[in-house]
Nanobody, 117 residues
Framework: VQLVESGGGSVQPGGSLRLSCAAS????????MRWYRQAPGKERELVAG????????NYADSVKGRFTGSRDNAKNTVYLQMNSLKPEDTAVYYC???????????WGQGTQVTVSS
């Protein structure tokens, strides 16, 4: 049972990245998923939530209109499309699984996103 993120990297302000999170070892379509991020010296922040079928999403105010969460249950993968990136988006981004009690019960290893000129 694991989540593996990919797609992080370095980009200039205004650029775009797409993060992917590949799930394995469980019935992916049975779980809502969330993306979190944590910047150095800051608390972990919820970035986006994606419902089990992908039809419902929610976002932090700081990323609304710029980030889009989605999923492909046939590929057991959840995505985070990040556009118009800002330096303050620099963080380690984590993919998480939301368990039956509504709490996080599985974390990915994280992927670094750096936005800098």
């Amino acid at each position: 049972v694991q989540l593996v993120e990919s797609g992080g990297g370095s980009v200039q302000p205004g650029g775009s990245l797409r993060l992917s999170c590949a799930a394995s070892g469980f019935t992916f379509s049975g779980y809502a998923m969330r993306w979190y991020r944590q910047a150095p010296g800051k608390e972990r922040e919820l970035v986006a939530g994606i419902s089990r079928a992908g039809g419902s999403t929610n976002y932090a105010d700081s990323v609304k209109g710029r980030f889009t969460g989605s999923r492909d249950n046939a590929k057991n993968t959840v995505y985070l499309q990040m556009n118009s990136l800002k330096p303050e988006d620099t963080a380690v981004y984590y993919c998480t699984r939301i368990g039956r009690l509504g709490t996080i019960d599985l974390w990915g290893q994280g992927t670094q996103v750096t936005v800098s000129s």
